[in-house]
């Protein structure tokens, strides 16, 4: 019988569990919990309370959630994270989700549960340090970016790759809520009263928005690697021994610096949120310190197996024989990785979707603090990026707009 599509209930997803090879004793009593947060799709935690087995069943919705069926959206979305799940952890082993089954017809990816992490937004709120994530997550970028582009891969495999991770529908949302909306007065915008003064500035601003239109048309033509599209710090679950890259429902072939840039930027909102997350001056420095150690240790390690990854493995005979070549692409990449994370800042502040580093903040004084202070970190990293030499360049704007 033909399976055709339809939102599955928490005793459809325990039967599917149940088919699932390894995982669960045979006739275990299993519970289902519906889980998701976000807006696009259903989360299902299925576990066995007597065994401690356990998987988490995603399926995405034909609408966002909280706009309802008004808001349509392609299931082909749950086939490209699918298979940029599987292609990541052959590119960077242990870095995502084991995925344990993908069905098409019910636009479902059952996959490793990873309920012993938290979400790193939420540790980061938390002033959690996570000694080993610059080095994790470098290494997840550099070889799922390097690895996937014309440096590290046979260039006509490159373009069925580029084929299949056609995404426009997402791609369309993050061109307008990242590139677009914030920098007019649309319908979109959700823009906390006291900064509307800033706002309209940021409207008014046209060196501003010149180097967004940028970065746009980067984003909307540079196909180098295939991005993770969406790498915020809600799309990490860590520990302080362990990090997991998940939801590459917006996966595309884009520029490499934006996913870079989307890490940075997420934390630099944190940064910019310490003074409620800290518990007291102090402590606000130190871990406001961290943060800044943990962006330059990211760009550096990065940078260094990258360059090692191109020593080594490069197929592009041209890009490692011409003298200098390198240089001028590590230096452009960074240049893009700074561009594109001051936009991320931006739209958080008073775009569609914010974030609760800054949200969350109960004191409306200091919350409108942090939301100046990150929108004036994000802008300055937007206006100075194509001046960048090194990573120091972003450490400068951050202690000179504000520490």
Not at 174 to 179: D, M, Q, R, S, V
Not at 278 to 300: F, G, K, P, Q, V
Not at 313 to 327: E, F, K
Not at 373 to 401: C, P, S
Request: charged content about 25%; overall charge negative; proline content about 4%.
């Amino acid at each position: 019988m033909t399976t055709t599509y339809r939102p599955l209930t928490e005793q459809e997803a325990i039967e599917i569990a149940r088919t699932i090879e390894g995982i669960f004793p045979e006739g275990a009593d299993l519970k289902s919990r519906e889980i998701g947060d976000g807006n696009l799709n259903l989360v299902f935690h299925i576990t066995d309370p007597a065994s401690g087995s356990s998987l988490i069943m995603k399926q995405a919705l034909p609408y966002a959630k909280v706009v309802g069926e008004s808001w349509p959206l392609t299931l082909d979305r749950a086939r490209i994270e699918s298979e940029s799940l599987i292609l990541q952890n052959k590119l960077a082993p242990g870095l995502v989700p084991q995925v344990y089954r993908y069905d098409a017809a019910l636009a479902l990816t059952v996959m490793e549960d990873l309920s012993s992490h938290v979400i790193m937004r939420r540790g980061l709120m938390d002033t959690i340090d996570y000694p080993l994530f610059a080095d994790h997550i470098s290494t997840f970028l550099a070889r799922t970016l390097f690895l996937t582009s014309d440096l590290g891969m046979n260039q006509q495999e490159k373009k069925l790759l580029v084929r299949d991770f056609i995404n426009p529908e997402l791609c369309k949302i993050t061109e307008e809520l990242i590139f677009d909306d914030p920098y007019t007065d649309a319908e979109t915008n959700n823009i906390p009263a006291p900064i509307r003064d800033a706002v309209e500035a940021i409207w008014q601003d046209g060196e501003l928005q010149f180097e967004v239109a940028l970065l746009r048309q980067k984003f909307l033509t540079s196909a180098e690697a295939l991005l993770h599209g969406d790498l915020h710090t809600g799309s990490i679950f860590i520990t302080p021994e362990s990090t997991k890259v998940i939801d590459p429902e917006f996966a595309y072939y884009g520029p490499m610096g934006f996913d870079i840039g989307a890490v940075i930027g997420n934390l630099l909102l944190n940064f910019a949120a310490q003074e409620h997350w800290s518990s007291d001056a102090d402590a606000r420095a130190r871990y406001r310190t961290n943060l800044l150690t943990m962006i330059e240790s990211i760009w550096t390690q990065f940078e260094t197996k990258f360059r090692a990854l191109w020593n080594e493995q490069s197929v592009d005979r041209l890009a490692s024989a011409a003298p200098g070549y390198q240089d001028f692409y590590m230096k452009r990449l960074l240049q893009d990785t700074i561009g594109f994370a001051g936009c991320k800042m931006v739209r958080r502040v008073y775009g569609l979707a914010h974030v609760a580093d800054i949200d969350a903040i109960t004191d409306e004084t200091v919350r409108e603090k942090a939301q100046r202070l990150a929108l004036a970190i994000g802008t300055a990293l937007i206006r100075g990026n194509r001046q960048a030499e090194t990573i120091g360049h972003v450490i400068d704007i951050v202690k000179k707009e504000g520490f």
